[in-house]
Structure formats: structure tokens, C-alpha cells
Nanobody
């Protein structure tokens, strides 16, 4: 059974840093693209970043380029999102998302499993 569990969220001041973690189980992380989405209050869910299985190449939405870094540790079945220079507009629930098929199509999808999410709040 596929499971994704996020951790590392919390309250951080504007300009600070936070590292989100996603613990995965039930599948071979090496074979799949995986990423992070977020949803702010009153807004649609948006794709933040993803990392491909084939070569480890990455995608970032424009608003986080140069500030966020996604990484994966296939041996530990972990995915990370390092968030630096955070802004109040980064406040959202962050979700770890598994692409549906081996190889996947980061960032387009389709998407398979989602974690329950972790809240990130950035104070000004």
C-alpha cells in the first residue's frame, strides 16, 4: 500500500528557512517522479516542484525558483523540499504527491497518491 507522510511544517518568519520531508513506503521510489503541491486558503492547489526518476532533473514553479530546492534519497525512501527566503505568500498546506506511473511526467502528471499535508505559515 502506497503511503506518503509529510513532516517539517510549522511557523517561520519571513526570510527564514524550513525543510519539509516526505516519508514514502509501499513502492520503489527510484522508479517514480515525485513532487510537492501547495494550497493556500481560498486558492486552488498549485504545483510547486517535482523531481524526475530518470535523471533527477527538477521543475519549479516560477514563484519559488531560486528559493526552494527539491531532493530525493531513494535509499531512505525520502523526498525533501528545502524552503529558503520564505515569504508570507508561501503560507499554505504542502502536499507530497506521487506521479501515477513509473517514470511519470513531471510536472504535468497524471498523479497517483497524495499525502495528508503539512501546514506552513510564514509570518511577516
Amino acid at each position: 500500500q502506497v503511503q506518503l507522510v509529510e513532516s517539517g511544517g510549522g511557523l517561520v518568519q519571513s526570510g527564514g528557512s524550513l525543510r519539509l520531508s516526505c516519508a514514502t513506503s509501499g513502492f520503489n521510489l527510484y522508479d517514480y517522479a515525485i513532487g510537492w503541491f501547495r494550497q493556500a486558503p481560498g486558492k486552488e492547489r498549485e504545483g510547486v516542484s517535482c523531481i524526475r526518476s530518470s535523471d533527477g532533473s527538477t521543475y519549479y514553479t516560477d514563484s519559488v525558483k531560486g528559493r526552494f530546492t527539491i531532493s530525493r534519497d531513494n535509499a531512505k525512501n525520502m523526498v525533501y523540499l528545502q524552503m529558503n527566503s520564505v515569504k508570507p505568500e508561501d503560507t499554505a498546506v504542502y502536499y507530497c504527491v506521487l506521479y501515477q506511473y513509473p517514470g511519470g511526467n513531471c510536472p504535468l502528471g497524471p498523479f497517483g497518491s497524495w499525502g495528508p499535508g503539512t501546514q506552513v505559515t510564514v509570518s511577516s
